[in-house]
């Protein structure tokens, strides 16, 4: 586009899309040479890139089938209002990341309109159709003119529709590592080793339902490793939530922004199912993942799902790297006894972090450009691209 600066639309709805969505925006800064401009809605990552978001991305932070009821007035009118913002900036192209809920309405409402229709889309990380709903595939290559995938697997279950996909990595290879140094600091600092790290989510709802049980496997744990110490990276929109149930525990809370030192001093960890998960064994922590939501989703989430595995090591290698306990069988209890067995176990905690260096390559992280990278150019490519006749 020579004399234009180029706009780019972004939105991301959470916490892990902020991160993604920062590191995108730099990478665009830095392939373009700052010759680009944005306009969207993200959180602290991306602010800090210079990104003012239009409205608080917690509004959209919200997860499950029945939890997001009470938000869809909500919702709704962050979807209509956005659409509109998009229409009256006329952009050059729109990323979306993650949060498909709200992203794919926002996509699908611009396809209705004339600016949207001409308006090229971009979306990056793929609805999980491997495990469940696969028609979503078939659904999305109607509104979307690329998506931006971060397993290997998955460009199949969108190419077979005809949409444009591009494998770029999993950012969970990039974040940056904090040196010896930075650790031995945070570890004193913390009260030493070893370091417990508890990951209960970045949503006010997940926090309610596992902060307890993990606090709980904590003091059970602590009663055996009388030394241990305790460490909570969370993101600011639940630290209150957090800060509020930990009551008299010697646990330290650390911000977002500390979560590669914490990574780096941790011994084991406790998480919450999703991307902590995976980020937490390509760091080398030995994980036990968890998690719960309402009875009513958990039983439509059961009747749609066609995988047997769910935290994102096990998935992708295949196999039982991490325990999973989930629903039912999630009491403070059994999460002790499998982060004891962690901590105790030395066999059990290499196993996984021999797992964690496979997952690694897998995932891109021995290649020359990082995920954002490539993401960036996905990007810059189709903004290059001449529209197809009509």
């Not at 209960?200 to 926090?207: L, Q, T």
Request: glycine share 8%.
């Amino acid at each position: 586009m020579p004399g234009e600066v180029p706009l780019v639309y972004i939105i991301a709805g959470e916490a892990s899309g902020d991160v993604l969505g920062g590191r995108v925006i730099e990478a665009l800064k830095e392939e373009t040479g700052g010759e680009i401009a944005f306009r969207g809605i993200g959180g602290p990552r991306m602010a800090e890139t210079g990104l003012k978001s239009r409205v608080p991305m917690s509004d959209l932070s919200v997860m499950g089938l029945v939890e997001v009821l009470p938000h869809i007035r909500t919702l709704s009118r962050h979807i209509r209002e956005t659409v509109a913002d998009i229409e009256a900036t006329r952009p050059d192209i729109l990323v979306t990341i993650d949060s498909p809920g709200f992203c794919h309405r926002v996509s699908q409402a611009l396809r209705k309109t004339a600016t949207g229709r001409e308006l090229k889309i971009v979306h990056y990380v793929a609805p999980t159709v491997w495990a469940w709903k696969p028609k979503r595939a078939e659904k999305i290559a109607r509104f979307l003119d690329r998506l931006l995938v971060i397993l290997p697997f998955e460009p199949p279950y969108f190419e077979k529709h005809g949409l444009d996909t591009v494998f770029v990595g999993h950012s969970a290879v990039e974040p940056p590592a904090a040196g010896p140094a930075e650790i031995r600091d945070f570890q004193r600092d913390v009260g030493g080793r070893p370091v417990m790290l508890i990951l209960p989510g970045s949503r006010k709802g997940e926090v309610g339902r596992l902060l307890p049980l993990f606090l709980g496997a904590y003091d059970r744990i602590k009663e055996r490793h009388a030394d241990l110490s305790g460490v909570i990276p969370a993101v600011e929109a639940v630290e209150d939530v957090i800060r509020a149930q930990i009551g008299d525990r010697d646990i330290a809370i650390v911000s977002h922004e500390m979560k590669p030192l914490a990574f780096g001093a941790g011994d084991v960890a406790l998480a919450a199912g999703g991307t902590a998960i995976l980020e937490l064994v390509l760091a080398g922590v030995p994980t036990v993942a968890a998690y719960r939501v309402s009875p009513l989703s958990a039983f439509l989430v059961r009747r749609l799902l066609t995988i047997t595995r769910y935290s994102l090591p096990n998935i992708v290698l295949d196999r039982d790297v991490v325990p999973e306990i989930y629903q039912d069988g999630l009491t403070a209890g059994r999460l002790a006894e499998e982060v004891t067995l962690l901590l105790d176990n030395h066999a059990a905690a290499e196993a996984q972090r021999t797992a964690g260096r496979e997952l690694r390559r897998v995932l891109g992280g021995d290649d020359p450009l990082t995920p954002s990278q490539k993401a960036a150019r996905a990007v810059l490519e189709l903004l290059e691209k001449k529209p197809s006749p009509a």
